[in-house]
């Protein structure tokens, strides 16, 4: 799979970008393996992808189907690989990553790489295939700088890089949840990638919002594994 990643992005450099724009239906990738990856192909019967249910743009499940960009990318890869991909839902990232280092799922799809997952010796990542800049979003009322003390809206399940937290913070069930405690004055401020905030606020009802571009290195993504996968 690492090989197979490697391969499309050095081919297409910019697959990522038409990856997220559903352009790369008329890509011409060819891809080419060796002798011990084909026979590798050849008996693999079952690769199972743990995949967030709800996680616009990235895994969605919508009338029954799965849609969303790491669901595009693995469809792309085995149409590439002929890799029997199956997709197991999983509520959160920790329970996806824990389905991984139980060895109820080959893959997590969308694994956010940051330190915490980093040191995590349970747990290894393909090349990342995205990255994405990391937005802070806050009420309009705010106007600390330094919001150490304010208060932090964090989505259950998902794993925090440790800079980013803080105290006085309380956990909401989904990011657009957090974002909706923001816009109503519950909360003082969350953060989240570019893109799922964009899917998000596009609804005219959030009037209260200030976004910041943070300045950390942003956000890669990558797909998880076992130390003990193929």
Known sequence: LNSAMDRILNIDPYFSTKLYHKYFAGTNTHVFFSEEEKAYLAKTTEVKVAILENDQPFGYMENGEWHGISYDFLKYIAQNTSLPFTFVKAKDEVEALRMVRDGEADLFASARLHEALSQDKDLMFTATYLSTQNILVKNKKVT??????????????????????????????????????????????????????????????????????MSDSGLQFAMAMSPQAN
């Not at 919001?147 to 964090?154: G, K, Q, T």
């Not at 956990?171 to 799922?196: E, H, M, Q, R």
């Open 144 to 213: 600390e700088t330094d919001l150490s003390s304010s208060r932090l809206a964090l989505p259950q399940g998902v794993v925090v890089s440790s800079p980013l937290l803080n105290k006085n913070h309380t956990y909401y069930p989904t990011l657009k949840d957090c974002i909706d405690a923001v816009n109503s004055g519950k909360a003082d401020y969350t953060y989240g990638n570019s893109y799922s905030i964009e899917q998000i606020i596009r609804r005219p009802a959030y009037q209260n919002l200030l976004l910041v571009p």
